[in-house]
């Protein structure tokens, strides 16, 4: 919130004043020509869309506004994502929204085509981030950190085609969380499944399943640990009929691979994490893929992605399909690229695809009927007569003061039963009604909009009323 | 969060085999070739910025990144300020980081020019919102809604030349609360500006008012009600002597007003005003400054500023000249330049200096040497035996399934003096120990970090005894 350009507006009013000064304007003052200016410009804007027909009032392209339906559920849903953030030590962080376009290229890809970049406007070049990964790596490195817990909630933006229907937006939010730091492994790679399954399970989405790529435990094996591709071509045998810890068991037993000393090294990490995992209570809820691709460049190890096992069909809902709601991995080579020596920061990290889980859940509620309240106003200040504004001020005036969330009608005179309805169509629990009879006796009637109960109480105690009544409900 | 172009990467991915593809590859199969590239695609990328000597890892000019330490601060101003906005009954909402150019285009004057836009990348001219009003009046048009109460918290940007010290940047967050809609006068008016009182005094800034532009009350009363540009100057005299309610106390025993009918309906609002503001209790923080200017072009009304009275020095504090920490104004006009036919949707609203504020508050922590915890966790869980690892990640697993915000160290075997001194340095409360004796026994030692005192608790009673232990605190 900024006050800006006091003196450059003079200049500027006082300019189009001889342009635009009235006659009768000649004997007036400088501020006085100023508001006469001001008002002109105004006018002059008022118009300047009608002078344009063929101006449509719209979101750019795959964005859209977020009514206050939907910021409840975000709110929601967000409070639990980040609360289990929390739960785990993450410190919270923001970065800009965006970033010299140097350092965001050479990072995703082939997808680097569809980052938003800004004009020219002289200065530096700048995209928008393009996710939450690469500015954290970048802080990483910028500020010379070794070692850090963080989640990052935010806006990122993305110039792909919009596929609406999956609730897929060209700007969209992220919810990541990632541990930097060197180690002793499969640890903080395990408390990030651990983290993907309390925040899936808290969401209450139905049953899930974490599925990892095959292909990137392969490539672990082969490349960072020697092991003979035929070696692991065998151990992708058993991939393909089982999963999970059973699968690494059976593996063990199979004396081609637990003889062989190059497969038992090669099948350590993957023993150790299925381990934690299992002591972490989430060992049945991760799979392996075969089809499962690593996802953008950055990658270097095993990714991994979570998806919904069953659409949350509830009774005459349409089935949803939503792919993917949270995927994550490590990579060990990113923050290494931005630190001129090329010293490497190792992170994993994941992502909660919160953009479909928004969408999942507002198609339920849409399924389901329910209603969800936009404000939470707790009291209705209201009156059956005329000319008590005053006394309806006083007393919301009183409310507000003791951090009761209250409302009024912003009419002089309205009628009472349009202020009951207001009530009710908003949800709004309480109503505290005020008339001459009540300030005669000095009372106030509470009435629950629910029981449509009233009880008059005295006006002294209104406010402690008020808050029994709140904490008891 | 998406895992993205599956297919396109194979295809890219295929595509750079061809040239990247060592020779003893060639036996191997698509995945091991993906697998392959992505590694030497990373160890290029690796070398990338290596090879750029004079590449600076920074944020855009005139960003910065928010720090544990900054989102703390944020997090509990946001807070108070959105739990003042929810108290008012407002609801919450959200539009797109940037708008079609035209939308923005002609609505903020000369500083139009320090707008953000994206490049053209084929489609929409498209820039970066410049504040959070333009974006709700043209919600408001676009969805025609025709009354509405919100609150806005988000980013928006402005390429002014940065003046750090003042804690003012180029990204920056705003905090806005509007009142939409045709209601009986100055009722919605008199609640912004108790909502400005409300929100500087729950942030104990130090002593505050909020000053009216004389400029536009004179507007109002010359140009809406056709009071003579003399009378109004007379009223102006009282404006420079006087403020607030004695200054329309008086103006009503000066003959040569409370005889002139003119005059008289000329004051009638601004007498309606202080009425609401004296039965909020608030009349006292209000005044009128001849030099306040209006604001951005499409202010319509009386605006209004407030200013923190005394820079808030602490002891040895250096002195902080923070300009306006509040600012808002009526821009009835605003949302009839959206509407084809013009339709007007009168608005007042509010927007808090949050920026300004989290500067200030900082500098105060700063010089009284405050030190704020950047995480919530409540128990560490530590060993002083090697080999404990399992145990370790078994008792942190039945924490965070209760709910229990928990950390531990990722290593195998730490020292036990190296996790105490973790907790003291990080500020978590409680530490469980786990070793052999306790296994055995089934107890657990709870070690309070302040006093250092350990008592052993059956291991069954662990979850309930913390949660005892952490609502006490």
Chains 1, 2 share one sequence.
Request: hydrophobic residues 40%.
């Amino acid at each position: 919130m900024h006050l800006l350009g006091l003196l450059p507006r003079r200049a500027w009013a006082s300019l189009l004043s001889q342009l635009l000064r009235p006659p009768w304007a000649s004997c007036t003052g400088a501020v006085r020509c100023q508001s006469q200016v001001a008002e002109a410009v105004l006018t002059s804007q008022l118009k300047a869309h009608q002078e344009k027909p063929n101006f449509i009032i719209k979101t750019p392209k795959g964005t859209r506004d977020l009514s206050p339906q939907h910021m409840v559920v975000r709110e929601k849903i967000l409070d639990l994502v980040i609360s289990c953030f929390k739960r785990h030590g993450a410190k919270g962080m923001d970065t800009p929204a965006f970033e010299l376009k140097e350092t965001l290229t050479e990072k995703y890809g082939e997808d680097s085509g569809l980052m938003y970049d800004l004009k020219d406007q002289g200065g530096e070049l700048l995209s928008l981030r393009y996710d939450l990964t690469v500015p954290f790596a970048r802080y990483l490195a910028m500020n010379k950190v070794k070692k850090m817990k963080r989640y990052h909630v935010g806006k990122v933006w993305r110039r792909e085609s919009p596929t609406i229907v999956q609730g897929r937006y060209r700007e969209f939010c992220q919810c990541d969380f990632d541990i930097a730091g060197q180690f002793d492994p499969m640890i903080p790679d395990a408390e990030c499944l651990k983290i993907m399954c309390e925040i899936l399970s808290g969401l209450q989405l139905g049953d899930f399943l974490i599925k990892m790529a095959w292909k990137d435990v392969r490539h672990e094996m082969v490349v960072k640990k020697g092991l003979a591709p035929e070696v692991a071509d065998r151990i992708g045998d058993y991939v393909q009929c089982h999963g999970g810890v059973s699968l690494v068991e059976q593996m063990f037993q199979d004396p081609r691979l637990s003889q062989n000393k190059q497969a038992l090294e090669g099948l350590g990490d993957l023993k150790l994490l299925f381990e934690y995992l299992t002591l972490f209570g989430i060992a049945d809820k991760i799979s392996f893929d075969l089809s499962l691709a690593r996802g953008l460049d950055y990658y270097t190890g095993v990714i991994y992605e979570a998806v919904l096992l069953q659409t949350p069909t509830q009774a005459g809902e349409e089935p949803l399909n939503v792919g993917s709601v949270a995927a994550g991995g490590r990579y060990d080579g990113l923050v290494g690229m931005f630190d001129p020596k090329g010293h490497k920061v190792p992170c994993v990290g994941l992502s909660i695809g919160v953009e479909r889980i928004f969408y999942i859940v507002e198609q339920r509620m849409k399924t389901k009927g329910e209603k969800v309240r936009t404000t939470e106003t707790q009291v209705f200040v209201a009156t059956p007569q005329k000319n008590f504004l005053q006394e309806r001020l006083k007393l919301i005036a009183e409310l507000w003061n003791s951090g009761i969330k209250a409302e009024m009608l912003y009419k002089n005179n309205p009628k009472l039963l349009t202020q009951l309805h207001y009530c009710e169509s908003t949800g709004i629990p309480l109503v505290v009604i005020i008339g001459e009879q009540e300030l005669k006796e000095g009372v106030i009637k509470i009435r629950s909009v629910a029981s449509r109960e009233e009880v008059a109480i005295k006006r002294e105690n209104l406010v402690a009323e008020i808050q029994k009544r709140l904490s008891e409900s």
